[in-house]
């Protein structure tokens, strides 16, 4: 009898497999890396399996002649505050996102549900280090603080144990900031426990001395002058990280909070535009990333308009697109996930149309798989 039993569950594991596994031929393929056009594509229990031109295979099978495939996006910068803002992402595509501050019992709870189909995968920072009465200490709830260096050690122990992802550190001088000593003490303090270390700056002399003492990212854009030629070349040549412009947030507050007129928004976005080709041209990789809340920006399709925003500013959309897939999961070891290749998550957007010839069409997408399951949009 027990010899029964375990057959039909065999039976029924193997139906499940089968019910699981799906083809799309003769689509075009970002894989993350490069572009491979009219091939196809294996789906097997959430996972790529296979990639070529004939797959020979009992699946079902779906026709992606003239359509493009695309590995699921990530959104390199968010606040989210309820599982809401995680469904609103992966409804347009935004498989995972990564908090830069927020309350870290929530998160706990948010993260829990990385493996609901319907919801983006969440990594977080946990509380961002930052000083007493300085930026992210006003948003209403109890926040740790750091007055010197010899205050990171506890401040990474503890977001270690609240299970973060990354560490964010917080320079923004309109506030009372942390030195960039204390700064350095937590950046080597979050490398000594296997941690990326981004910061929040706004002043591009801010940005150039947090780099130099070897922080990963910015999670920010500078805003009020341009980084210096050498600088620039000082820092490309002996330095490793990124940049995570969040263009539509400073765009958007200069119209919607600050008030600013057109020509100034024109202005800022000009300059904006010249930094972003510059650190490119300089081989520094782009992160996308939109910092919703703020301005009112959203969890999901606001992405797009990071992307074409970057596109705009003179980078090409091959690069766009890798700065919101496979740039953050090899800048955050996101394990799996970014690419469509053999053995990886089968996160995947199946478009219309073509975004490497024509950005805009990132917002065509027909279809969105989590893990090889459809997410409702």
């Known amino acids: 009898m027990k010899t029964l039993i375990n057959l039909i569950l065999l039976f029924f594991i193997g139906l499940l497999s089968a019910q699981e596994a799906f083809i799309i031929k003769d689509v075009t393929i970002f894989d993350g890396d490069k572009v491979i056009p009219k091939t196809s594509i294996l789906v097997e229990n959430g996972k790529i399996s296979k990639i070529a031109p004939i797959i020979k295979k009992e699946a079902t099978t779906v026709d992606g002649t003239g359509k493009f495939l695309m590995p699921g996006m990530t959104n390199s910068h968010v606040h989210a505050w309820a599982p809401a803002s995680l469904k609103q992402a992966a409804q347009a595509g935004v498989l995972n996102l990564l908090d830069m501050h927020g309350v870290e019992p929530y998160q706990g709870m948010m993260k829990s549900m990385k493996d609901s189909t319907n919801y983006a995968r969440f990594y977080v920072a946990g509380y961002a280090a930052t000083a007493p009465e300085g930026h992210g200490t006003q948003y209403g709830f109890p926040v740790p603080t750091l007055t010197k260096p010899e205050d990171a050690t506890k401040f990474v122990e503890d977001r270690i144990n609240a299970g973060v992802d990354h560490i964010k550190i917080i320079v923004e001088p309109w506030k009372t900031t942390l030195s960039h000593e204390t700064v350095k003490a937590v950046i080597d303090e979050a490398h000594k426990n296997n941690k990326k270390a981004v910061v929040h700056i706004s ?143 089968a996160d995947i957007l199946l478009l219309s149309k073509n975004p490497i010839e024509d950005i805009m069409h990132i917002d065509t997408i027909e279809s969105i798989r989590k893990a090889g399951k459809k997410v409702q949009q």
């Open 203 to 345: 002043k591009v002399e801010d940005a150039y001395q947090v780099l130099n003492n070897n922080a990963d990212g910015l999670v920010h854009i500078w805003t009020d002058k341009a980084l210096a030629d050498n600088q620039l070349k000082q820092l490309s040549e002996n330095k490793d990280f990124f940049v995570i412009p969040t263009l539509l947030t400073i765009i958007q507050v200069s119209e919607v909070i600050r008030k600013k007129s057109k020509e100034e928004v024109a202005t800022k976005t000009e300059f904006l535009f010249n930094e972003v080709q510059k650190l490119y041209k300089a081989g520094i990789p782009i992160l996308m990333g939109t910092d919703p809340p703020n301005a009112n920006i959203n969890h999901g399709t606001d992405l797009y308009k990071e992307l074409i925003l970057v596109s705009e500013a003179g980078i090409p959309n091959l690069e766009v697109l890798k700065g919101a897939t496979s740039y953050p999961a090899d800048r955050f070891k996101l394990d799996k996930i970014g690419y469509l290749k053999e053995g990886y998550i």
